[in-house]
């Protein structure tokens, strides 16, 4: 269930959105909502133990710093910004204790943990939910300043982002190694209601052209193979993430057909990710399975952190830590993203839905 004050926020816009014209044109901003793949640095701004401001996070990032990026360099937020010829979005958290917060370019909601249910590290980083939660008072603020009919053409506009549902797979993949398909089924529909709320309570809001980033074959993470004696490729998870993204796709198109002022693209990230790891040559790439850095037997046992050793060809790497891509790989799947086709971003591309 979404918070009180987000359903409140929805029913007062959805009328403003209905009457305003929208108009074909640039891409103004983008919001960006999720989970570790797209944290700016939000987490920055947490007491949590899920955090990435410390070496050697940021070692390929401009100035070599940490900022809070789960990743050796750039993740998809900047990488998606890029491509629009825009300055990436900034963190919500560190705008918000602003008391002069300006949200028309755009604001990154998207904290390490987050998942679906809010059940998902707990307490841990801020929940999807509570992003949206967010993201309502942005709204607010924004039709404060722009006005009502303004910020509505602005929204409609914009690109919003969503990067969700690796952590509730991954949790459930580790703490149920024997799940049956059903079992497993049965999991993804409870995350799929949830996830059909929250797409609605942002629709509400303004959004009407949603990026999708599925969930990526997250079995095959060094830290989920690492779990098996043969080192292979947890094929719940795997499973889980295929069911998901199928899921979410039939809840999009779904979305579209009753409103037919809502676009969105959705990003097959198993499928598009997966061809790096079964065939790295191919893409230059010549570690899919270890990670870059991190300690123990695969360098997964422990998180990346200032101890770690680290490897000296990042790009050479899928992975940068025990769960994460490396720079060039998000790099990679946002150049597909952007300008690629089905069967791995649907029914359109980035570069076709923000032309919209």
């Not at 009919?149 to 919003?160: E, G, M, N, R, V």
């Amino acid at each position: 269930m979404v918070g009180a004050r987000v359903v409140a926020c929805c029913s007062l816009s959805i009328m403003a959105f209905m009457a305003a014209a929208v108009n074909a044109g640039s891409v103004p901003a983008v919001y960006v909502f999720g989970d570790s793949l797209a944290d700016v640095g939000n987490n920055n701004h947490l007491l949590t133990p899920i955090m990435a401001d410390f070496s050697h996070n940021g070692i390929d990032y401009p100035g070599r710093k940490a900022t809070g990026r789960f990743s050796n360099g750039k993740n998809s937020a900047d990488f998606l910004a890029d491509k629009l010829g825009l300055a990436t979005s900034p963190p919500y958290l560190a705008l918000s204790s602003s008391s002069n917060a300006n949200y028309v370019n755009g604001v990154n909601f998207a904290s390490g943990g987050a998942g679906v249910s809010n059940a998902t590290n707990k307490n841990k980083c801020i929940t999807l939910d509570k992003q949206i939660d967010y993201y309502c008072g942005v709204y607010a603020s924004l039709a404060r300043s722009l006005g009502q009919a303004d910020a509505a053409t602005h929204l409609a506009k914009s690109i919003f982002t969503i990067t969700i549902g690796s952590n509730d797979i991954i949790h459930y993949a580790k703490a149920n190694p024997a799940a049956t398909p059903s079992q497993q089924q049965r999991y993804v529909d409870a995350l799929i209601l949830t996830l059909s709320g929250q797409l609605q309570s942002l629709y509400n809001l303004g959004a009407r052209k949603v990026l999708f980033l599925g969930t990526g074959p997250v079995g095959c993470t060094p830290s989920l193979r690492e779990m098996s004696s043969t080192k292979v490729c947890n094929v719940v998870a795997n499973a889980m993430a295929v069911q998901y993204n199928k899921a979410a796709e039939g809840v999009l198109s779904g979305m579209a057909v009753q409103h037919p002022d809502l676009h969105y693209a959705l990003f097959d990230t198993s499928a598009a990710l997966l061809r790096y790891i079964d065939q790295p040559a191919e893409y230059g790439f010549v570690e899919a399975k270890a990670a870059c850095c991190g300690l123990g037997d695969m360098r997964a046992k422990i998180a990346c952190t200032p101890l770690s050793s680290y490897c000296a060809n990042r790009s050479a790497h899928v992975f940068w830590d025990f769960y994460h891509p490396t720079e060039a790989t998000t790099q990679k799947l946002t150049d597909t993203v952007f300008d690629g086709s089905a069967p791995f971003i649907f029914p359109i591309n980035v570069r076709q839905l923000s032309a919209i």
